[in-house]
């Protein structure tokens, strides 16, 4: 086959079907059952660690990386068993990775990189991601994921070469919201260095949580049933000889993690909490909020930085701007009509644009209502004249607050 018909043939295999790409069932991330592979599995009681993850490059030997795909793979599907497969499966992991006894508390899983990416390691936070969010940052819509990745068809063929930069900006995109709340705190108007922007394209920061997620959500689908009561007797007498605090039990059922965008948002609400749970997320942003600098805000105006400015200089709005639209009468302008001194309407003059200035001038003149001012200047109606004043007004504030 040709290196042409490979990929096509890798396309088709991998892209998920347009039928499946609704609503309803996409994204969609699944486990197997371990009952595949084995009898029983023990466990500690209420583990609940994030796993440390090592990536393992695949050997030059076809032969040699298919033994260590194969021992990976039994590795990963016993996860429900956490650090205690350090010492009853080392011995079929390859040599260089049996030290893995050494760190009895520790619950390792190992990824086989055979490709130029690392999508078998972000495998579980790629298929949280919803089909808009994916297209958005041009990645493609792939098949429903299984976690741990056991077999993922070398889809890192058909993914950018920049696969981890493009889902880093997409995990951030889906996450923004529940790192930064509120009008004019969007992602855009802090910097590219900003803390929280930092953080939220961390991959490898979420991923540890997100498994924390998966595991808590697999444990509750509960264990398969007993095959025969000759492997109910021999699980119980394995019991009985257990150390304290560890339980033994038939493998936990395979299924579905999560599938359609409803469940996946659901999964992302805990992946946060849980990401505050054992990684203090929260005390991390009241930090970063506590401290921020000029140079976390980028060049766009903001709330956020006028907050942070007002803070920062111990500005206070002292002077309300409004335009009061009165009959038969001078123009006011605002509460603080002592402010109305050449010099200050000069220097205002300054900050406007021809047809803002304008519209000022005709308040100054006596033209008051916001009609009259669309008739002199050619309006059909007086919404621009509303706008216009809205312009000056937030530009009126911000000159009088900095002087």
Request: hydrophobic residues 40%.
């Amino acid at each position: 086959m040709t290196d042409a018909g490979m990929r096509a043939e890798i396309r088709r295999m991998a892209l998920a079907d347009p039928d499946d790409v609704t609503s309803e069932h996409f994204p969609d991330l699944g486990t197997i059952s371990a009952a595949f592979a084995y009898q029983w599995l023990p466990a500690r009681v209420d583990w609940s660690h994030p796993p440390e993850y090592v990536c393992v490059p695949a050997p030059p030997s076809p032969l040699s990386s298919l033994k260590a795909s194969n021992a990976i793979h039994w590795w990963n599907m016993a996860w429900e068993a956490g650090p205690e497969r350090n010492e009853l499966l080392a011995d079929r992991l390859p040599p260089k990775l049996r030290a893995v006894r050494r760190y009895p508390n520790v619950d390792f899983r190992f990824v086989l990189l055979e490709g130029r990416s690392r999508y078998p390691l972000y495998l579980s936070l790629y298929h949280l991601l919803p089909a808009s969010t994916l297209r958005r940052f041009g990645l493609p819509l792939l098949r429903r994921g299984i976690s741990p990745a056991v077999d993922f068809g070398r889809a890192d063929l058909i993914l950018p070469v920049d696969f981890e930069e493009r889902l880093g900006r997409a995990v951030a995109y889906q996450l923004w919201p529940h790192l930064s709340s509120g009008p004019g705190r969007g992602p855009a108007v802090f910097s590219a260095n900003e803390p929280i922007r930092l953080l939220s394209h961390t991959l490898d920061f979420w991923l540890p949580y997100l498994d924390i997620v998966i595991q808590k959500r697999m444990r509750a689908l509960g264990p398969v049933k007993y095959e025969h009561d000759e492997q109910r007797r021999l699980i119980a007498r394995i019991q009985r000889t257990a150390p304290p605090g560890i339980t033994v039990s038939r493998p936990l059922f395979g299924g579905t993690v999560w599938r359609g965008e409803t469940e996946a948002r659901e999964a992302t609400g805990e992946l946060v909490e849980v990401a505050d749970a054992h990684g203090h997320l929260r005390g991390i942003l009241d930090a970063v909020r506590s401290n921020r600098v000029e140079e976390d805000f980028s060049g766009r105006w903001s709330w956020a930085r006028e907050d942070f400015e007002r803070k920062l200089y111990q500005k206070r709005a002292r002077i309300k701007v409004s335009f009061i639209e009165l009959r038969d009468t001078v123009p006011v302008i605002g509460p603080t009509s002592e402010v109305d001194e050449t010099l200050m309407w000069q220097d205002l003059l300054g900050l406007l644009e021809p047809r803002e200035r304008r519209v000022v001038v005709l308040l100054r003149s006596g033209i008051t209502k916001a009609v009259d001012i669309a008739r002199e200047l050619g309006y059909a109606n007086h919404s621009p004249v509303s706008k216009a004043l809205a312009r000056i007004r937030q530009k009126a504030i911000r000159y009088f607050s900095e002087n």
